[in-house]
Nanobody, 120 residues
Framework: QVQLVESGGGLVQPGGSLRLSCAAS????????MGWYRQAPGKQRELLAA???????NYAGSVKGRFTISMDNANKMVYLQMNNLKPEDTAVYYC??????????????WGQGTQVTVSS
């Protein structure tokens, strides 16, 4: 069984910063990629940033230059550094991972989400 647990969300003023963390645990053979999504009320879940095991990254246009994704392969962690936060960044943020639990078994896993609220 695989678990993803996010932490680091909270309330921050516009222009502020937050760092989200996500820890993967359980029967993990390998992690191919990890990413961060968010979902605001009444909107679809959107991909913000993703990183592969080799370190390749990609970002949504709305967060490029403000958010940075990083991965600690050894500790099965992924981080999202969020700077210059705006009220429109308010959402529930989810961690996602492409994980093999064996050579033959590869699945997508999600964390439970962490709330980020940007407000003065």
């Amino acid at each position: 069984q695989v678990q993803l647990v996010e932490s680091g969300g909270g309330l921050v003023q516009p222009g502020g910063s937050l760092r989200l963390s996500c820890a993967a645990s359980g029967s993990i053979f390998s992690i191919s990629a990890m990413g961060w999504y968010r979902q605001a009320p009444g909107k679809q879940r959107e991909l913000l940033a993703a990183i592969t095991r080799s370190g390749s990254t990609n970002y949504a246009g709305s967060v490029k230059g403000r958010f940075t994704i990083s991965m600690d392969n050894a500790n099965k962690m992924v981080y999202l550094q969020m700077n210059n936060l705006k009220p429109e960044d308010t959402a529930v943020y989810y961690c996602n991972a492409d994980i093999r639990t064996s050579w033959a078994a590869r699945n997508d896993y999600w964390g439970q989400g962490t709330q980020v609220t940007v407000s003065s």
